[in-house]
């Protein structure tokens, strides 16, 4: 069986995040380190229990962070991941190889889009409070914003356009993130899943991690996330879009209840 996983703040926390919410880090481990510093933890049990987990399943990670980003993390840059897909599934490496299939798929279905990137992007870059365009992968931009300065009427009305064009247009926190509607998370997995004949059990904590989720036969998310906020007005769902179902949450947030998720999933993964 498959295990798909996001990496931020559903397996790993940025200590910037911990800080911010006051979280302790009594008992946690560095698992990323950046020049030298350590800036992102996990508990030790929840560390051993992904070590287990990814020795008895397929262990799929899934993350909108670009390849040279996600291979700072220990447990991905010592091989221990069959499949690492990067840039919300906009890339699969597998057994640290490129996926040409994939590749070829997804750059026919951007090609056919409407809309060029580029001209997304310029579109995005007139919405009052981007501040600038952060990264640009091949087919993926992503802009720091604001938010004290960022219009919802605004911002929500250009993402229905651009959602017209083949473009999703969605803000997470102090980023806003742009990238081809057609290509996600759960697109990634299903090919995954069509390559290995199995079925699949995933873990993620925001908007980002739903079509992952809704590829699998059973839903985990930490309490206290995105996702386990999706019914709230203030939630990072837009209106009229469809909300997760299904999940199984922690009781306990952050680096916790990733433990307490994982040491679940290893209690009751099938031999």
């Given at each position: 069986?498959?295990l798909?996983?996001?990496?931020?703040?559903?397996l790993?926390?940025?200590?910037?995040?911990l800080?911010?919410a006051?979280a302790?880090?009594?008992g946690?481990?560095?698992?990323?380190?950046r020049?030298?510093?350590?800036?992102?933890y996990m508990?030790?049990?929840?560390?051993?229990?992904?070590r287990?987990?990814?020795g008895r399943?397929?262990?799929?990670?899934?993350?909108l962070?670009?390849e040279?980003?996600?291979?700072?993390?220990?447990?991905?840059?010592?091989?221990?991941?069959?499949y690492?897909c990067?840039?919300?599934?906009l890339?699969?490496?597998?057994?640290?190889a490129?996926?040409?299939?994939?590749?070829?798929?997804?750059?026919?279905?951007?090609?056919?889009l409407?809309?060029?990137?580029?001209?997304?992007?310029s579109?995005?870059?007139?919405?009052?409070?981007?501040?600038?365009?952060s990264?640009r992968?091949?087919y993926?931009a992503?802009f720091?914003?604001?938010?004290?300065?960022?219009p919802?009427?605004?911002?929500?009305?250009?993402?229905?356009?651009?959602?017209?064009?083949?473009?999703?247009?969605?803000?997470?926190?102090?980023?806003?993130?742009l990238?081809?509607?057609?290509?996600?998370?759960g697109?990634a997995?299903?090919?995954i899943?069509?390559?290995?004949?199995?079925e699949?059990?995933?873990f993620?904590?925001?908007?980002?991690?739903?079509?992952?989720?809704?590829a699998?036969?059973?839903r985990?998310?930490p309490?206290?996330?995105?996702?386990?906020?999706?019914?709230?007005?203030?939630g990072?769902?837009?209106?009229?879009?469809?909300?997760?179902?299904?999940i199984?949450f922690s009781?306990?947030p952050?680096m916790?209840?990733?433990?307490?998720?994982?040491?679940?999933?290893c209690?009751?993964?099938p031999?």
């Open positions: 069986m498959i798909a996983a996001d990496l931020d703040d559903t790993i926390f940025s200590a910037r995040r800080a911010a006051a302790p880090l009594g946690a481990v560095a698992v990323e380190y020049e030298g510093v350590p800036v992102a508990t030790e049990p929840a560390l051993a229990s992904l287990e987990l990814q399943a397929v262990f799929v990670l899934s993350t962070r670009g040279d980003q996600a291979r700072r993390v220990s447990f991905i840059r010592d091989g221990s991941c069959p690492l990067c840039q919300n599934g890339a699969i490496y597998r057994r640290g490129p996926d040409a299939v994939w590749a070829r798929r997804v750059a026919r279905t951007v090609a056919a409407p809309l060029r990137l580029e001209e997304a992007v579109a995005a870059l007139t919405l009052p409070g981007v501040l600038s365009l990264r992968y091949e993926l992503v720091f914003i604001e938010p004290a300065e960022f919802a009427e605004q911002y929500l009305s250009l993402r229905r356009r651009l959602a017209r064009q083949g473009w999703r247009l969605h803000r997470q926190k102090r980023k806003l993130y990238l081809p509607l057609p290509i996600d998370k697109q997995l299903l090919h899943r069509a390559l290995e004949g199995m699949a059990a995933g993620g904590d925001s908007y980002f991690d739903w079509p992952l989720l809704a699998c036969r059973r985990f998310a309490a206290g996330s995105s996702l386990a906020a999706a019914e709230a007005e203030t990072e769902f837009p209106p009229g879009e469809e909300k997760p179902t299904g199984e009781q306990r952050f916790a209840g990733t433990e307490e998720i994982l040491g679940r999933l209690a009751t993964w031999d």
